[in-house]
């Protein structure tokens, strides 16, 4: 019992907390000095002593690396530092930000210019015109006989003022057809568009959660970290007292070795994860947007968390609204629309004209006359050395693929959603699971907790009850935090992972 005084000091140093050590985590401490003589009550754990995860709002705050020979250049001051962001706040950054979002904008305005351009085919055409032009003539002549040459100059100015209007009357409905597929490819460009910005809203997202994740990590290394530390020092103290052997604090200091090297892994995954979440954003890596908490930190079991509908019924909201099936769909429709257009080629047009002006050839190019004309023009393809039959076989080729592709989107929708149904179910499962280890922690740490106070445990038992706690409330946090990308995810297979 020589050296319970000390030990009851490294148990108080225990409970320092998580925060303070995160701003200067310090190597293992020298062997302790000889213990005061021991006294005979045994110490009761203040409550500052049960460990909390508390999240690490800011790997920055830890020096980088957390041990060993600092890196300069690593980590610098960011460009600028945004306040804090919930998740519809950082989605709302990345559709203002996000370069492939505007190339998708970009996309969607080309499709929509091309509808334009096919439905001016059927539109009449109206096409003015005007002409000015003044000439000069030498007429020479010569009479036989008594010869005599005479030279005659003309001067004529003749001016010209025309409009013309054609109108397409009658193509096989071809045109017709173009404009029907241009819509249809307009509409698929309009939900690819959608579905791109859903596609962004689940990356923030899983950037979102992975940052919040890192950070707890972080927060129970240190804990982990401190656990090891405070256990090496009780070694170091029953060795000093002649209780323990030497060659125990080795194994104490392996542990201490191996919690740090998992601080320091912990801190760059954080460090990384804030990376990724501002790139994600759109924003330079050097600023720095730190996410909102929507897991409670006292108690994670007790978040809220979406139902688990049957497969059928999320199938069901998928085709509803997954913006992706109703592109493939629509593109479908536009290559459908492109074979008979290509197939209307065979049928002859009929386009009308009509024409009306004035005109004035004379010396000065004044005496207007009005002239006009009405007529049509019939054309028909005879032969065009297979023009037309490559271009339908093209176009059949085209409609191959689209059917193809929309076979394939429909199998990642079922699959996506079976997957994120099993996901979710799984990690609802989970976190009860967790909540329950966490629950059975409480119990066995505040029984240790009690039996160390009547004297019949020993610390090393109460210490080791404590690292039972701080497990299971990384599990319960981890486990959290799955419930969450499983949302996210299901979400996201359903198409309603964003209000658009």
Known sequence: MKSLPHAVVMFALAGAPIAALAQSPTPAPAPAATPSPATTASPTPASSAIPTLEPATSPLSLPYPAFGES???VVGTPSKQYPNVNLKQAIAIAVAQSPTLAAARADAALAAIQVRLTEAAALPHIAGSASTARSRARTISTTTGTATTSTTTTVLTSNNLAVQLSQLIFDGFRTIYQISAASASRIASAETYRSQLQTLAFNVATAYYNVLTAERQTGAALASLKNAQTQRDLVAAQAAAG????????????????????????????????????????????????????????????????????????????YAMRPDWAAAQEQVVAAQRTVRAARAAHW?????????????????????????????????????????????????????????????????????????LVTLASAKSALAAANQERATADVTLQATEARYKAGVTTLPLLL???????????????????VRQAEQQYLFAIGDNVQL
């Open 71 to 73: 890196v300069s250049g």
């Open 243 to 318: 209780t323990a052997a030497r060659s125990d604090i080795s194994n104490a200091d392996l542990q201490v070795a191996q919690a740090r090297l998992t601080v320091i892994k912990a801190q760059a995954t954080a460090l990384t994860s804030l990376t990724t979440f501002a790139t994600t954003l759109g924003l330079s890596p050097r600023e720095i947007v730190q996410p909102v908490d929507d897991v409670p930190a006292d108690n994670p079991g007790a978040m809220t968390s979406l139902p688990v509908p049957t497969y059928d019924d999320a199938l069901k909201r998928a």
């Open 348 to 420: 002859p047009t009929i386009s009308g004209t009509a024409s009306a002006g004035s005109s004035s050839t004379d010396l000065g190019g004044g005496t207007f006359q009005p002239t006009w004309s009405v007529g049509a023009q019939l054309s028909f393809p005879i032969y065009d050395g297979g023009t037309i039959a490559a271009t339908i076989q093209q176009a059949q080729a085209q409609q191959a693929v689209a059917e193809a592709n929309q076979r394939s989107t429909q199998l990642n929708i079922e699959s996506a959603v079976k997957s994120a």
């Open 464 to 482: 080791q009850a404590q690292t039972g706690y701080t497990t299971a409330l990384v599990d319960q946090v981890n486990a959290a935090y799955a």
